[in-house]
């Protein structure tokens, strides 16, 4: 093959290496490969300001994204700023007044990404701590019921079995690296409770039973007179 020759094949291969590269990666706001992030999600994700619009059953577009399944993030995702932003976000939005809850997932606040937020009562100050790829490898065969809401099933509690032991994988957003951790107690229910959103599964399909509770629909009801839940005129799903 002459140098000329072989330079047209290098540039050709390189072409069709940058086209599949483009195809592969989608929507790339940040010169990085590997973002597959949708234009609805890169909506989400950069539109948002601390505390995020957050989905609930009862309406109909929420609930396509609540019933989906939800992805990995990608290596390059991972190290991107909307994944750090969701993560702040996702604790903000779960520890603001109007939500008070002990954990949220991505797909709540309309993202079908794997990402959960859990108070670990199994720790010292009870953080709220952020997960991301999360996912239950073992449950142990010990069940026990106990009593769960939800915080996209408004003015409802159940009474759920869950085991009460789990090992988690994950990737760890502090050391940016993959781990495992066995996970037992109340803390245990918070995860598998956020980890069934990722799998558009949601409590009141493994409840025994599910009542109104009205204490909650009370505090929600003043919440949402002060215009709390309302969606944002730029959501992209109508
Ligand atoms: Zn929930």
């Not at 957050?54 to 991107?80: A, N």
Request: proline share 4%; charged share 20%.
């Amino acid at each position: 093959m002459s140098y000329k020759s072989l330079i047209a094949v290098i540039v050709l291969v390189a072409a069709v290496i940058s086209c599949k590269s483009n195809t592969n990666t989608g929507t790339n706001n940040n010169g990085q490969t590997g973002i597959t992030f949708t234009p609805e999600e890169l909506m989400i994700l950069n539109q948002s300001d601390s505390v995020m619009y957050l989905t609930v059953i009862g309406d109909k577009s929420d609930s396509i994204i609540l019933r989906k399944t939800s992805r990995d993030f990608t290596e390059h995702e991972l190290q991107s700023k909307e994944f750090q932003t969701l993560a702040r976000n996702l604790l903000a939005t779960v520890q603001d007044p109007s939500q008070d809850g002990v954990g949220i997932s991505a797909p709540q606040v309309g993202l079908n990404l794997r990402m959960i937020a859990v108070m670990r009562y199994d720790k010292e100050d009870k953080p709220i701590e952020p997960y991301a790829n999360i996912h239950i490898t073992d449950y142990s065969q010990n069940i026990k019921s106990g009593p769960e809401g939800c915080l996209s099933v408004p003015n409802y509690r159940g009474i759920v079995p869950r085991s009460d032991s789990i090992i988690v994988s994950y990737y760890d957003i502090n050391s940016k690296t993959s781990k495992t951790d066995t996970i037992g107690g109340y803390t245990a229910i918070i995860f598998q409770h956020e980890t069934d959103h990722l799998e558009g599964i949601l409590y009141i399909d493994r409840a025994d039973s599910v009542f109104f509770n009205q204490k909650w629909a009370d505090e929600r009801k003043l919440f949402e007179q002060q215009g709390a839940y309302t969606k944002p005129a730029w959501w992209p799903y109508k």
